[in-house]
């Protein structure tokens, strides 16, 4: 069991690293703001269903080829 400091450090670097948002997140803006709502939506449904088949991929083994 790890000690009670390190473990508290360790919650607060998964949170910085959860709460920060990545480049998805860079890309569905930057489309919504440059071609409006409906682009960002589609943006924004394209990048999870990519992020659905990468975990789909890893959950059947593909990801290991």
Known sequence: ????P???LFLAAALLIAVT???GIF?????TLAGG???GLASS???GVGG?????????GISAL
């Open 45 to 47: 449904f394209g990048t």
């Open 6 to 8: 390190n473990f508290l």
């Open 52 to 60: 659905l088949v990468h975990v789909v991929a890893g959950a059947v």
């Open 1 to 4: 069991m790890p000690e009670f």
């Open 27 to 31: 890309y569905v803006a930057a489309r």
């Open 21 to 23: 948002p990545g480049p």
């Open 37 to 39: 709502r409906a682009e």
